[in-house]
């Protein structure tokens, strides 16, 4: 079954370090986006990416970065890890259409703390 | 810009009472609209989802029509059990872009109690 994962599922850095967050998709989807959980914020889009070598910068996108080199991974890096960032992750992805209506399905989410 | 405004949680009900979690949308075009569910230490899941007005999606019980006049996408169920509590989240999908990007409301708890 296609599927898309995230690695790791629990993280604690340190202030200042650079953390990378995978995100894996076997279904084949154009589409992949970060998101960022937080009380009373609900998701905020941090990246997305409509393709190979597409990114795109979303609502909160500052501090981090994403590089899309094939279709199925959309790696998200914390330049420099901050506690603000501490929150909850998400990757998803959906299939293009010109019409909207598509779904999008979301990995298990990694829970990164910065301390 | 395009948002989602949800009701307010968190939300507790006796088994088998009546759901609304109010949602309400601005959009320039026509969005899609979406109701995910989010179980504890899951991601989110697609619950409903409606295309264009006055469509009606429907899933496990639960229901939420596109209002158009009135900008929104309430989700009801009519007797709610012990396994629906959950996050809810409306979202909205607009194809200005041509890739659908989704827009989510905070989020509302439900809790349900035996």
């Known amino acids: 079954d296609a599927e898309i994962t995230q690695s790791p599922r629990h993280k604690i850095t340190e202030t200042g370090r650079q953390v990378t967050l995978a995100c894996h998709q076997t279904?084949?989807?154009?589409?992949m986006f970060w998101y960022r959980q937080d009380l009373g914020h609900g998701l905020r889009l941090i990246h997305y990416?409509?393709?190979?070598?597409?990114?795109n910068k979303g609502e909160v996108s500052d501090g981090y970065s994403v590089s899309r080199s094939n279709t199925e991974d959309l790696p998200l890096t914390l330049e420099s890890a901050a506690s603000s960032q501490t929150s909850v992750y998400f990757c998803?992805?959906?299939?293009?259409?010109?019409?909207?209506?598509?779904?999008?399905?979301f990995g298990q989410g990694t829970r990164l703390t910065v301390v | 810009g395009d948002s989602v405004t949800q009701m307010e949680g968190p939300v507790t009900l006796s088994e088998e009472a009546f759901l609304t979690i109010n949602c309400t949308y601005t959009?320039?075009?026509?969005?899609?609209l979406f109701w995910y569910v989010q179980y504890p230490g899951e991601g989110l899941q697609l619950l409903l989802k409606?295309?264009?007005?006055?469509d009606k999606g429907s899933n496990k019980g639960f229901e939420a029509t596109y209002r158009k006049e009135t900008t929104s996408f309430h989700l009801e169920k009519g007797s709610v059990q012990v396994s629906d509590s959950a996050v809810y989240f409306c979202a909205l999908s607009t194809s200005q872009t041509g890739a659908n990007n989704l827009f989510f409301g905070t989020g509302t708890r439900l809790t349900v109690i035996p």
């Open positions: 990416s409509y393709g190979v070598q597409d990114t």
């Open positions: 998803a992805s959906s299939a293009f259409r010109g019409q909207g209506a598509t779904e999008a399905f």
């Open positions: 959009a320039t075009g026509y969005p899609s």
């Open positions: 279904w084949n989807h154009n589409n």
């Open positions: 409606a295309t264009k007005a006055d």
